[in-house]
């Protein structure tokens, strides 16, 4: 019996994001490295002061990439072209991380980032049917999809550190805790009418590149409103209860025994 023959070869499919994964060819990093990097001339200076922390420049690729994000809200290519330059590093280098951290986003990010915990604990209190209705009331968009309005891109969250508090969602990485459908929806409103509702801890809401900002380490800048705009209270009285009756009582935590110190 003849070998059935081989199908035709697929063509070359396009790369669905910004951002190449990190083993591209020689000549696309090539390409990439030659891409305009003049849309980050504004923030030279600051890619400077970021490179000034550090004593390997290569340890300032986190905050810089976050400074790209405040200048585009997503890691463009542009954006990689201009971290490995700054950064006397490779593209390749730069995609590796900037791919890694879900953090650094793959496509142009809305006004502002609604990321929904969808975790084990916020999802059996609620969290998967808050993540519905806010991509509902944002026109029935999903994960890493922005509302046509440019209002906001939403993402399911893994847990947001908040437990005691489920469900949360967050907005701009400020939380707004225990939530119910009807409150979120609220929230999503808000911000569709181009308001910023108050989050229940932490700092006033500002939008996703003035976070990146103060992500990149610029957080007294007057470009998100200098020090006080971005500064709250961050622990939730849930959270402090065990440690105030603890400190009422005069409850401590057992010595550690010599050496045992290190899990040993
Ligand atoms: S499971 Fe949602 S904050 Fe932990």
Same mark, same amino acid.
């Given at each position: 019996?003849?070998?059935?023959?081989?199908?035709?070869?697929?063509?070359?499919?396009?790369?669905?994001?910004?951002?190449?994964?990190?083993?591209?060819?020689?000549? *696309?990093?090539?390409?990439?490295?030659? %891409?305009?990097?003049?849309?980050?001339? #504004?923030?030279?200076?600051?890619?400077?002061?970021i490179? &000034?922390?550090?004593?390997?420049?290569?340890?300032?690729?986190?905050?810089?990439?976050?400074? %790209? *994000?405040? %200048?585009e809200?997503?890691?463009s290519?542009?954006?990689?072209? @201009?971290?490995?330059?700054? $950064?006397?590093?490779?593209?390749?280098?730069?995609? /590796?991380?900037?791919? @890694?951290?879900?953090?650094?986003k793959?496509?142009?990010? +809305?006004?502002?980032?609604?990321?929904?915990c969808?975790?084990?604990?916020?999802a059996?209190?609620? +969290?998967?049917?808050?993540?519905?209705?806010?991509?509902?009331? @944002?026109?029935?968009?999903?994960?890493?999809?922005?509302?046509?309005?440019?209002?906001?891109?939403?993402?399911?969250? !893994?847990?947001?550190?908040?437990?005691?508090?489920?469900?949360?969602?967050?907005?701009?990485?400020?939380?707004?805790?225990? *939530?119910?459908?009807?409150?979120?929806?609220?929230?999503?409103?808000a911000?569709?009418?181009? !308001?910023?509702p108050?989050?229940t801890? #932490?700092?006033?809401?500002?939008?996703?590149?003035?976070?990146? $900002?103060?992500?990149?380490?610029? @957080?007294?800048?007057?470009?998100?409103? =200098?020090?006080? /705009?971005?500064? =709250?209270?961050?622990?939730?009285d849930?959270?402090?209860? #065990?440690?105030? &009756?603890?400190?009422?009582? +005069?409850?401590t935590?057992?010595?550690?025994?010599? #050496?045992? *110190?290190?899990?040993?």
């Amino acid at each position: 019996m003849s070998p059935a023959p081989l199908p035709p070869e697929a063509p070359p499919v396009e790369p669905a994001h910004a951002i190449d994964e990190a083993g591209g060819t020689p000549a *696309q990093h090539a390409e990439l490295a030659a %891409v305009d990097t003049a849309v980050f001339d #504004g923030v030279r200076e600051r890619a400077a002061a970021i490179l &000034l922390r550090y004593p390997e420049p290569r340890s300032a690729l986190l905050p810089l990439l976050h400074l %790209v *994000q405040h %200048v585009e809200g997503y890691v463009s290519r542009a954006g990689i072209a @201009f971290c490995a330059e700054i $950064l006397e590093i490779t593209t390749a280098e730069v995609s /590796a991380v900037a791919t @890694f951290y879900t953090m650094y986003k793959r496509e142009p990010t +809305g006004r502002h980032l609604v990321s929904v915990c969808t975790n084990t604990l916020c999802a059996a209190l609620g +969290g998967d049917d808050i993540y519905r209705a806010v991509g509902e009331r @944002f026109g029935g968009i999903g994960h890493e999809q922005t509302s046509a309005d440019g209002t906001a891109t939403i993402e399911h969250a !893994e847990c947001l550190a908040a437990c005691d508090l489920a469900p949360v969602l967050t907005v701009d990485y400020e939380f707004f805790d225990n *939530q119910t459908v009807e409150s979120a929806v609220e929230i999503v409103e808000a911000l569709k009418r181009g !308001e910023k509702p108050h989050p229940t801890r #932490g700092a006033p809401l500002t939008d996703f590149r003035s976070v990146e $900002l103060l992500l990149a380490g610029f @957080f007294d800048d007057p470009a998100v409103g =200098g020090l006080d /705009a971005v500064s =709250g209270p961050s622990a939730a009285d849930e959270s402090l209860r #065990g440690a105030r &009756l603890a400190e009422e009582r +005069g409850w401590t935590a057992p010595a550690v025994p010599d #050496g045992t *110190q290190g899990g040993n």
